[in-house]
């Protein structure tokens, strides 16, 4: 059974950084495109990034460019959102997601997964 878990999420503070994290089962994740999605309070389903089978192939959306940054881990079958510089706008439910095939673009990344995780909450308030 395929399955996504995040995890990383919490109550913290503007600025400084948080990493989420999301471990796959299921599903050889060294063989897989997986993007990040954020949904916030009253606001529809936003994509965060993407990244492809290799860290070389990375994505972002315009509203978190040049402050998160997602990795893999494919010996922990993991991958990772670090957040920096965090507003509070970054509020919202963090969802990974693939559909278990290598990149296959940016439209793709945004808008070709099939299999998401439930979420964790990352509340950003002073």
């Known amino acids: 059974q395929v399955q996504l878990v995040e995890s990383g999420g919490g109550l913290v503070q503007p600025g400084g950084s948080l990493r989420l994290s999301c471990e796959a089962s299921?599903?050889?994740?060294?063989?897989?495109?997986i993007s990040w999605f954020r949904q916030a309070p009253g606001k529809e389903r936003e994509w965060v990034s993407c990244?492809?089978?290799?860290?070389?192939?990375?994505y972002y959306g315009k509203s978190v460019k040049g402050r998160f940054t997602m990795f893999r881990d494919n010996a922990k079958s993991t991958v990772y959102l670090r957040m920096n510089s965090r507003k509070p706008e970054d509020t919202a439910v963090y969802y990974c997601?693939?559909?278990?095939?290598?990149?296959?673009?940016?439209?793709?990344?945004?808008?070709?997964?099939?299999?998401w995780g439930r979420g964790t909450l990352v509340t950003v308030s002073s």
């Open positions: 299921g599903f050889t994740l060294a063989n897989a495109a």
């Open positions: 990244i492809g089978t290799t860290d070389g192939t990375l």
């Open positions: 997601a693939t559909d278990r095939s290598p990149f296959q673009g940016i439209g793709h990344c945004q808008f070709g997964m099939e299999y």
